[in-house]
Protein backbone atom coordinates (compact mmCIF):
# COMPACT_ATOMS: atom_id res chain seq x y z
CA UNK A 1 0.00 0.00 0.00
CA UNK A 2 1.22 3.58 -0.96
CA UNK A 3 0.93 5.78 1.76
CA UNK A 4 2.58 9.35 3.37
CA UNK A 5 2.43 9.61 7.33
CA UNK A 6 3.19 12.30 8.92
CA UNK A 7 3.87 11.88 12.91
CA UNK A 8 5.82 13.89 15.76
CA UNK A 9 3.57 17.30 15.89
CA UNK A 10 2.05 18.43 18.64
CA UNK A 11 1.70 21.37 21.45
CA UNK A 12 4.68 23.49 22.41
CA UNK A 13 5.43 26.70 23.84
CA UNK A 14 6.13 30.06 21.52
CA UNK A 15 9.89 29.40 21.04
CA UNK A 16 10.33 25.98 21.23
CA UNK A 17 11.05 23.38 18.63
CA UNK A 18 9.37 20.13 16.75
CA UNK A 19 10.82 17.58 14.28
CA UNK A 20 8.13 16.27 11.77
CA UNK A 21 8.38 12.75 10.15
CA UNK A 22 7.49 11.92 7.08
CA UNK A 23 7.94 8.32 6.29
CA UNK A 24 6.77 6.86 3.10
CA UNK A 25 5.72 3.27 2.56
CA UNK A 26 4.83 1.19 -0.67
CA UNK A 27 7.49 3.35 -2.67
CA UNK A 28 10.96 4.85 -2.42
CA UNK A 29 10.47 8.17 -1.33
CA UNK A 30 14.47 9.57 -2.58
CA UNK A 31 13.27 9.07 -5.91
CA UNK A 32 10.43 11.91 -5.50
CA UNK A 33 10.81 15.84 -4.84
CA UNK A 34 8.93 16.13 -1.29
CA UNK A 35 7.09 18.62 0.08
CA UNK A 36 5.89 20.04 3.58
CA UNK A 37 2.45 22.28 3.17
CA UNK A 38 0.55 23.60 6.49
CA UNK A 39 -2.90 24.98 6.56
CA UNK A 40 -4.30 26.53 8.89
CA UNK A 41 -8.99 26.99 9.38
CA UNK A 42 -9.68 29.92 7.49
CA UNK A 43 -6.19 30.46 5.88
CA UNK A 44 -4.82 28.98 2.47
CA UNK A 45 -3.13 26.19 1.89
CA UNK A 46 1.14 27.09 2.17
CA UNK A 47 3.63 25.67 1.14
CA UNK A 48 6.44 25.76 3.61
CA UNK A 49 9.50 24.00 2.53
CA UNK A 50 10.14 21.20 0.20
CA UNK A 51 13.80 19.23 -1.16
CA UNK A 52 14.59 17.69 -4.40
CA UNK A 53 15.81 14.84 -5.33
CA UNK A 54 19.26 14.34 -4.19
CA UNK A 55 18.74 17.46 -1.77
CA UNK A 56 19.73 19.52 -4.67
CA UNK A 57 17.35 22.16 -4.51
CA UNK A 58 15.51 23.12 -0.96
CA UNK A 59 13.49 25.83 -0.70
CA UNK A 60 11.94 27.74 2.57
CA UNK A 61 9.06 29.85 2.25
CA UNK A 62 9.52 33.44 4.29
CA UNK A 63 7.79 32.77 7.20
CA UNK A 64 9.92 29.41 7.71
CA UNK A 65 13.29 30.66 6.53
CA UNK A 66 16.17 30.33 9.29
CA UNK A 67 13.65 28.64 11.13
CA UNK A 68 12.60 25.48 9.89
CA UNK A 69 15.49 23.01 8.50
CA UNK A 70 14.52 20.14 6.00
CA UNK A 71 16.28 16.66 5.35
CA UNK A 72 15.82 13.60 4.36
CA UNK A 73 16.95 9.99 5.45
CA UNK A 74 17.10 7.40 2.53
CA UNK A 75 17.73 4.64 4.64
CA UNK A 76 14.98 5.14 6.69
CA UNK A 77 12.69 6.34 3.63
CA UNK A 78 11.95 9.63 5.85
CA UNK A 79 11.61 13.25 5.16
CA UNK A 80 12.32 15.42 8.70
CA UNK A 81 11.20 19.27 9.06
CA UNK A 82 12.75 20.51 11.67
CA UNK A 83 10.92 23.31 13.36
CA UNK A 84 13.24 25.55 15.66
CA UNK A 85 11.79 29.05 17.56
CA UNK A 86 8.01 28.28 17.11
CA UNK A 87 5.48 31.16 17.14
CA UNK A 88 1.83 30.74 17.06
CA UNK A 89 1.19 31.81 13.45
CA UNK A 90 2.88 28.12 13.05
CA UNK A 91 -0.33 26.77 13.94
CA UNK A 92 -1.53 24.67 11.63
CA UNK A 93 -1.99 21.04 10.23
CA UNK A 94 1.01 20.14 8.43
CA UNK A 95 0.85 17.36 5.36
CA UNK A 96 3.99 16.06 3.42
CA UNK A 97 3.16 15.26 -0.46
CA UNK A 98 5.45 14.14 -3.27
CA UNK A 99 6.00 17.01 -5.21
CA UNK A 100 6.54 17.53 -9.19
CA UNK A 101 8.99 20.30 -8.70
CA UNK A 102 10.62 21.93 -6.24
CA UNK A 103 12.76 24.79 -6.55
CA UNK A 104 12.56 29.10 -6.45
CA UNK A 105 9.32 29.35 -6.73
CA UNK A 106 8.26 26.94 -3.86
CA UNK A 107 6.92 23.03 -4.50
CA UNK A 108 5.21 22.16 -7.52
CA UNK A 109 1.97 20.07 -7.90
CA UNK A 110 1.37 16.98 -5.44
CA UNK A 111 1.16 13.63 -6.06
CA UNK A 112 1.22 11.48 -3.03
CA UNK A 113 -0.44 13.16 0.22
CA UNK A 114 0.00 12.49 3.79
CA UNK A 115 -3.30 12.69 6.68
CA UNK A 116 -1.32 15.58 8.25
CA UNK A 117 -0.32 16.29 11.77
CA UNK A 118 -1.76 18.85 13.99
CA UNK A 119 1.19 21.29 15.16
CA UNK A 120 -0.20 23.82 18.10
CA UNK A 121 2.29 27.07 19.26
CA UNK A 122 0.64 28.17 22.35
CA UNK A 123 1.54 29.23 25.89
Known amino acids: QVQLVESGGGLVQPGGSLRLSCEAS????????VGWFRQAPGKEREGVSC????????YYSDSAKGRFTISRDNAENTVYLQMNSLKPEDTATYHC????????????????WGQGTQVTVSS
Open 51 to 58: IWIHESDI
Open 97 to 112: ATVDYCGGSGPGSTHY
Open 26 to 33: GFTLEHYA
